[in-house]
């Protein structure tokens, strides 16, 4: 049995560690601290540092308020007069121990337990007293009597309080007249809720109370226990004074300290009960995955934002505009040195920019996202930032809703980088461009002739001197169904040939361009969507599934805390 305490608080343990550190990894901005945290590194310290001092010794204190009778009841427990007694108040200022060694527990064992809770006064009983039925039962025993934890005097209260977070079990020592006193109740009971098994209260003074009254006493008192969380809690009447009652609570303290497990559950309740306590005040409700419809909204619009079917039709326009550049019928190509490269104009004809294997971080001159464009990234965000956080309550909603929407001012210049870095499709011309263009230079050669030639012929006509004979194609006799031909001089079926055929091919090259065209500013609007999608992916989603995990994090470590 102790075997499995000890592993369950281990596992609580773990699972507290990581929600504190999930919260401790917050920025200080999200996540304010509170006396939740505080108590919870407190917590953790406590129960290290209880692990490492002796198992073998059970630490039990009287707690209560001035006048409940602890002094007397230490004395009458051990059937000595150790405490002080008297009806100056209040008259407990330190804290005192009785400890029972023997059975193998050996005493200088629990001087650093001891001086870890800062107890100087201490009794050692050397024999078990007669009180007590067996000595060997309450081997290793630690009987603490606390400072009244109302006391008048701050040093004492602090005292008591202090104990009271880090003793093994706490024995409640409440009087009938003020059993039921809110300030006990409400800020000591009941934060204890989840100590019942290391907890035992104890209704002294009992034989003041009339026969009748007793167990109406004792079942009210029983009531207001279950109303604080502590039904499981062992409830005695007992009496200081005549002893009744007596061998009960040694009977009961002796079953604790035999068990050698109330450290292990103190421990696990402390560590249960300040997990509460921490998801009272940073509670995560279930945190959705991220639609995927989010995301590739999101996605959307950035390539929008970024301008990526701007650029996809100037990568297009670009190859359109080199194509009749190159495959153009020369007497008329020139005219496209008065147009400027589209992928110029935007900064983005060149291949991207390395220097030592890194990339040069360079600007393009894409024009800025319109109003409407920005308007829907930043809707686009928020919905992201919605849908990630789902029905998460604060602080961890806003939190993870800030985790889309506070990129928004860094993301223009990081679009842009993306189209910047992103290989364009097209940039480089296609072997055809060079052998079309030879093939224009061979007709515009072949148009030049005719043009020379008749040129040469008409310079004759004007000089009026005779010019040699002109070679010609045809005349073709008809052959019905086909006409006749009539004779072509060879100048003029240079020059007409040539002129139809250059003006054919640059036809037919601008058609070849177009479909070109359009499949290179396909392939650049898919490569610029991978590129906006990888800086989503890594400017937003990536922190954003971050926060995420925080709050999951955080949500299994409380949980495994709490012992669910």
Same mark, same amino acid.
């Given at each position: ?36 945290? %505080?108590?919870?590194?407190? $917590? ?14 059970? $630490? ?93 005097? +701050? ?20 009087? +009938? ?174 291949? $991207? ?17 319109? +109003? ?18 789902? %029905? ?23 679009? %842009? ?148």
């Amino acid at each position: 049995m102790r075997a499995r305490h000890r592993a369950d608080l281990s596992q609580r343990l773990d699972g507290l560690r990581q929600a504190v550190e999930t919260l401790e990894a917050l920025p200080a901005s999200a996540v304010a601290a509170g006396q939740a945290r %505080d108590r919870a590194r407190e $917590v953790l310290a406590n129960v290290g540092r209880r692990r490492e001092l002796s198992a073998a010794h059970t $630490v039990v204190a009287l707690a209560g308020t001035t006048g409940s009778g602890k002094s007397s009841l230490l004395n009458a427990l051990t059937d000595t007069e150790l405490a002080t007694v008297g009806a100056r108040r209040p008259t407990t200022s330190h804290p005192s121990g009785v400890i029972w060694p023997g059975d193998g527990v050996e005493a200088h064992t629990v001087r650093p337990l001891l001086d870890w809770l800062e107890v100087d006064r201490r009794h050692e009983v050397t024999a078990g007293p007669g009180a007590w039925s067996e000595a060997a039962s309450v081997s290793g025993l630690v009987l603490l009597d606390l400072p009244d934890i109302d006391s008048v005097d +701050p040093e004492h209260r602090r005292r008591a309080e202090r104990l009271a977070k880090t003793v093994d079990v706490l024995v409640w020592v409440l009087d +009938p007249q003020k059993y039921a006193d809110a300030v006990v109740h409400a800020e000591f009971l009941r934060p204890m809720a989840r100590h019942a098994e290391v907890t035992v209260v104890l209704l002294n003074q009992i034989d003041r109370l009339a026969e009748a009254d007793r167990a109406p006493v004792l079942a009210d008192l029983k009531h207001r226990l279950a109303d604080d969380g502590l039904r499981r809690a062992r409830v005695l009447g007992v009496s200081a004074r005549t002893g009744e009652g007596l061998d009960e609570v040694r009977r009961t303290i002796a079953e604790l300290v035999r068990k050698r497990r109330a450290a292990e559950a103190r421990l696990s309740a402390d560590v249960a009960t300040v997990a509460d306590a921490l998801d009272d005040a940073y509670h995560v409700d279930a945190v959705p995955q991220l639609p995927g419809s989010a995301e590739r909204t999101l996605v959307t619009a950035l390539s929008a934002a970024a301008g990526v079917d701007r650029v996809a039709d100037a990568v297009g326009a670009s190859f359109r505009y080199r194509a009749r550049r190159r495959t153009g019928w020369p007497l008329v190509r020139w005219l496209g040195r008065f147009r400027a490269d589209p992928l110029r104009r935007l900064h983005l004809d060149r291949s $991207v920019a390395t220097e030592e294997g890194q990339p040069v971080l360079t600007a393009s001159s894409v024009p800025a996202p319109s +109003p409407v464009q920005k308007a829907q990234v930043h809707t686009a965000l928020r919905a992201l930032g919605d849908a990630a956080a789902g %029905d998460a309550s604060e602080p961890w909603r806003s939190h993870i809703r800030a985790g889309a929407t506070d990129v928004g001012a860094a993301l223009p210049d990081e679009l %842009d980088q993306a189209v910047v870095r992103t290989e364009l499709a097209g940039r480089r011309d296609p072997r055809w461009f060079g052998l079309i263009g030879v093939l224009q230079w061979l007709v515009f050669a072949t148009f030049l002739t005719g043009a020379l030639w008749l040129g040469v012929y008409a310079l004759l006509g004007y000089l009026r001197i005779d010019a040699p004979w002109v070679p010609q194609i045809g005349p073709v006799p008809a052959d019905p169904p086909l006409p006749a031909f009539p004779a072509i001089p060879w100048p003029t079926a240079l020059l007409v040939g040539g002129a139809v055929l250059g003006i054919l091919v640059a036809l037919l090259s601008g058609l070849a361009a177009r479909l070109g065209a359009r499949r290179r500013a396909a392939r650049t609007r898919a490569a610029l969507r991978r590129s906006i999608t990888a800086t989503a992916q890594s400017s937003v989603l990536s922190p954003l599934a971050s926060r995420v995990a925080h709050a999951r994090a955080f949500a299994e470590g409380i949980a495994l805390a709490q012992g669910k």
